[in-house]
């Protein structure tokens, strides 16, 4: 593994392990846009020391792992499973008060638990990503940021799946006496924890850790594929959802829709899409083959979507929760003893069926990427290296890389000469093939 004196953020760059959390940035690395539409710490300095900085970074292999950081902050959990980590309690369910359910992509769960802690003065803030209004130079669609209010709160509702870092909140928190909360995706959440380890302020400050659950991070490139697919220039775009609701349809009929700079609107099913099958892994960030973490396991709550009958059919939205902290636990069981919230509780077969393909990904999956040749640094992980899979498997395996490769290659080619068919057309002929491979066929 190296001499953690010696480890690097360029390191862990190019080696193809950084997610662009920018728990290392700081005011002489500042976090930039790389050329594949990604995030990361660029500059001479660090705002860690090297050994500090091999601590923290979720993808070093010198900082705890998952299991460990977990056994430390919930040691009286009565729950353990090695898919889902340790808890309290696990649910199916929405919010049933207010207009939660109705305002988030899913059951509204992320933002009531947000906007609980704010309305029982437990936290001052929570830091989350909302949406921005991109212009010419380049600003991005969202960005995090704390929210002070329940207003403000609901303005972060629904999925985002663009890169986002928490430099800037970091900087806020630091600067600014309180309690924060603060959402995230597992290696966020995980990158949080092992700064608080290493920072006494932010340790003082983040109070709760409030998990997504993730099947990989998306760079800002896939918002140019559905600009393109829809035959406008990208820079009229001013609104991405990822996940326009619609309670008369099946909640996972994913419709993409764009807002024009004239008000207009351009949508469009997902699977009527070049890229539009996720686990494919058009636009992939490189980091995320080397993830175990689906559920968050580090965090004092994670949410995600209940992708099984009959909840996956209603358009809604329906989450699966997990709850790790004591404190946590205690909101959520009185809030459905006051009928607040509709959660049914579920056990951890349950919350694994929900997110059986993201699981199979990062674990038969990783075990089979982590036997292949890497030059750079080697992660270390909580699986051991393992070929024991049927061709087909690795076949799959082996696609869903080239794809992820591919395409950010393809579309900055595509940016770069301005002509979008390059990318489209190798889109295209890569989800055929994925389709062929991954399910027998070349269409749904």
């Given at each position: 593994m190296g001499d953690p004196q010696e480890l690097a953020p360029r390191?862990?760059?190019?080696?193809?392990?950084?997610?662009?959390?920018?728990?290392?940035?700081?005011?002489?690395?500042?976090?930039?846009?790389?050329?594949?539409?990604?995030?990361?710490?660029?500059?001479?300095?660090t705002a860690l020391p090297s050994a500090a900085f091999a601590r923290t970074c979720p993808f070093s292999p010198h900082a705890m792992d998952e299991d460990t950081i977990a056994a430390g902050r919930y040691p009286t959990a009565p729950n353990a499973d090695a898919r889902?980590?340790?808890?309290?309690?696990?649910?199916?369910?929405?919010?049933?008060?207010?207009?939660?359910?109705?305002?988030?992509?899913?059951?509204?769960?992320?933002?009531?638990?947000?906007?609980?802690?704010?309305?029982a003065g437990l936290i001052d803030g929570i830091a989350h990503v909302v949406p921005v209004l991109p212009d010419s130079s380049g600003a991005p669609f969202f960005r995090y940021r704390i929210s002070r209010t329940a207003h403000e709160i609901m303005e972060g509702a629904q999925s985002r799946y663009y890169p986002v870092d928490l430099a800037d909140v970091l900087a806020?928190?630091?600067?600014?006496?309180?309690r924060y909360a603060v959402v995230g995706v597992p290696c966020f959440i995980k990158a949080m924890h092992l700064l608080r380890a290493e920072d006494p302020?932010?340790?003082?400050?983040?109070?709760?850790?409030?998990?997504?659950?993730?099947?990989?991070?998306k760079s800002a490139r896939f918002v140019d594929s559905f600009a393109w697919q829809h035959g406008v220039p990208v820079d009229q775009v001013r609104a991405v959802d990822y996940r326009r609701k619609d309670p008369d349809r099946p909640a996972n009929w994913y419709t993409a829709q764009l807002t024009l700079e004239d008000g207009s609107a351009r949508w469009q099913d997902w699977w009527h899409l070049a890229d539009g099958d996720w686990g494919a892994g058009f636009f992939q960030q490189s980091a995320c083959n080397f993830c175990d973490d689906v559920v968050a396991e580090t965090a004092d709550i994670a949410f995600g979507d209940a992708w099984v009958e009959p909840y996956s059919s209603d358009g809604r939205g329906t989450n699966v929760v997990i709850v790790r902290s004591l404190d946590l636990d205690l909101m959520v069981t009185q809030a459905i003893a006051d009928r607040r919230l509709a959660l049914?509780?579920?056990?951890?077969?349950?919350?694994?069926a929900t997110q059986a393909a993201g699981l199979r990904q990062r674990r038969e999956g990783l075990a089979y990427r982590l036997s292949w040749h890497r030059r750079g640094i080697r992660p270390r992980k909580r699986l051991a290296p393992s070929r024991r899979l049927p061709l087909r498997r690795k076949l799959i395996y082996r696609l869903r890389a080239a794809i992820s490769f591919a395409s950010h290659r393809l579309a900055w080619l595509a940016r770069r000469t301005g002509r979008p068919k390059l990318y489209l057309v190798a889109a295209r002929l890569s989800l055929r093939l994925y389709r062929r491979l991954a399910y027998g066929r070349s269409k749904d």
């Amino acid at each position: 593994m190296g001499d953690p004196q010696e480890l690097a953020p360029r390191d862990i760059i190019a080696s193809g392990l950084c997610i662009g959390c920018g728990a290392c940035a700081g005011p002489a690395r500042p976090m930039e846009w790389d050329r594949f539409g990604q995030r990361q710490p660029r500059g001479p300095g660090t705002a860690l020391p090297s050994a500090a900085f091999a601590r923290t970074c979720p993808f070093s292999p010198h900082a705890m792992d998952e299991d460990t950081i977990a056994a430390g902050r919930y040691p009286t959990a009565p729950n353990a499973d090695a898919r889902i980590g340790r808890f309290e309690h696990a649910y199916v369910g929405h919010v049933e008060e207010a207009a939660f359910r109705a305002g988030g992509s899913s059951g509204g769960m992320v933002s009531w638990v947000a906007a609980e802690l704010l309305g029982a003065g437990l936290i001052d803030g929570i830091a989350h990503v909302v949406p921005v209004l991109p212009d010419s130079s380049g600003a991005p669609f969202f960005r995090y940021r704390i929210s002070r209010t329940a207003h403000e709160i609901m303005e972060g509702a629904q999925s985002r799946y663009y890169p986002v870092d928490l430099a800037d909140v970091l900087a806020e928190i630091r600067a600014t006496p309180g309690r924060y909360a603060v959402v995230g995706v597992p290696c966020f959440i995980k990158a949080m924890h092992l700064l608080r380890a290493e920072d006494p302020l932010v340790a003082e400050r983040v109070t709760h850790l409030l998990g997504l659950f993730c099947g990989h991070m998306k760079s800002a490139r896939f918002v140019d594929s559905f600009a393109w697919q829809h035959g406008v220039p990208v820079d009229q775009v001013r609104a991405v959802d990822y996940r326009r609701k619609d309670p008369d349809r099946p909640a996972n009929w994913y419709t993409a829709q764009l807002t024009l700079e004239d008000g207009s609107a351009r949508w469009q099913d997902w699977w009527h899409l070049a890229d539009g099958d996720w686990g494919a892994g058009f636009f992939q960030q490189s980091a995320c083959n080397f993830c175990d973490d689906v559920v968050a396991e580090t965090a004092d709550i994670a949410f995600g979507d209940a992708w099984v009958e009959p909840y996956s059919s209603d358009g809604r939205g329906t989450n699966v929760v997990i709850v790790r902290s004591l404190d946590l636990d205690l909101m959520v069981t009185q809030a459905i003893a006051d009928r607040r919230l509709a959660l049914q509780p579920v056990d951890a077969d349950f919350i694994a069926a929900t997110q059986a393909a993201g699981l199979r990904q990062r674990r038969e999956g990783l075990a089979y990427r982590l036997s292949w040749h890497r030059r750079g640094i080697r992660p270390r992980k909580r699986l051991a290296p393992s070929r024991r899979l049927p061709l087909r498997r690795k076949l799959i395996y082996r696609l869903r890389a080239a794809i992820s490769f591919a395409s950010h290659r393809l579309a900055w080619l595509a940016r770069r000469t301005g002509r979008p068919k390059l990318y489209l057309v190798a889109a295209r002929l890569s989800l055929r093939l994925y389709r062929r491979l991954a399910y027998g066929r070349s269409k749904d």
